[in-house]
């Protein structure tokens, strides 16, 4: 089974149309955010709600990428598949980068608040995604080591341009 995570601030909705086609695929929405602070201790709640083994793929978009990441170091799956994910710190949107510390500050919901008027299906998912974990990915991203791991277990379907990064 492929399970695949989607985007900060989005769900399973982002994976539409033809991705529906994929054989053995769930596309997971992000758990209840309970107060995690680490990316590592999001990929234990997703493994858990979602009863991932060692035995299956995982992947994602952008930050679904970087915590499929983090359960592959714990599991050691077989593969992971990127969709415009990091792999390494460096590769994240430097912008985010500096923002991030003041992730406790941003207005994120006043942000939804004004963006959800917008008939837009991302801004839809965006609007419904809660705030809380939006902040804590931000700081924890700070943090994230990267993969130092096998680069050939890691099936990358996009590499990341600037303006693309996590």
Same mark, same amino acid.
């Given at each position: 089974?492929?399970?695949? =995570?989607?985007?900060?601030?989005?769900?399973?909705?982002?994976?539409?149309?033809?991705?529906?086609?994929?054989?053995?695929?769930?596309?997971?929405?992000?758990?209840?955010?309970?107060?995690?602070?680490?990316?590592?201790?999001?990929?234990?709640?997703?493994?858990?709600?979602?009863? /991932?083994?060692?035995?299956?793929?995982?992947?994602?978009?952008?930050?679904?990428?970087?915590?499929?990441?983090?359960?592959?170091?714990?599991?050691?799956?077989?593969?992971?598949?990127?969709?415009?994910?990091?792999?390494?710190?460096?590769?994240?949107?430097?912008?985010?980068?500096?923002?991030?510390?003041?992730?406790?500050?941003?207005?994120?919901?006043?942000?939804?608040?004004?963006?959800?008027?917008?008939?837009?299906? =991302? /801004?839809?998912?965006?609007?419904?995604?809660?705030?809380?974990?939006?902040?804590?990915?931000?700081?924890?991203?700070?943090?994230?080591?990267?993969?130092?791991?096998?680069?050939?277990?890691?099936?990358?379907?996009?590499?990341?341009?600037?303006?693309?990064?996590?």
């Amino acid at each position: 089974m492929l399970y695949l =995570l989607p985007a900060m601030g989005t769900n399973h909705e982002l994976y539409q149309g033809e991705w529906q086609q994929l054989p053995e695929t769930s596309f997971i929405n992000w758990p209840h955010y309970d107060g995690e602070k680490s990316l590592t201790e999001i990929a234990d709640k997703v493994i858990q709600e979602n009863g /991932i083994t060692a035995q299956d793929w995982v992947g994602g978009s952008s930050l679904g990428g970087i915590v499929a990441l983090e359960i592959f170091k714990k599991l050691g799956n077989p593969k992971v598949v990127l969709i415009g994910s990091a792999i390494t710190s460096t590769e994240i949107n430097s912008v985010l980068m500096l923002l991030a510390p003041l992730a406790h500050v941003t207005p994120i919901k006043f942000a939804q608040a004004l963006t959800r008027k917008f008939n837009n299906h =991302l /801004i839809k998912m965006f609007c419904s995604s809660d705030a809380r974990f939006i902040h804590a990915t931000c700081l924890a991203l700070r943090s994230w080591p990267g993969y130092q791991g096998d680069p050939s277990r890691i099936m990358r379907l996009a590499s990341l341009s600037p303006s693309l990064q996590a």
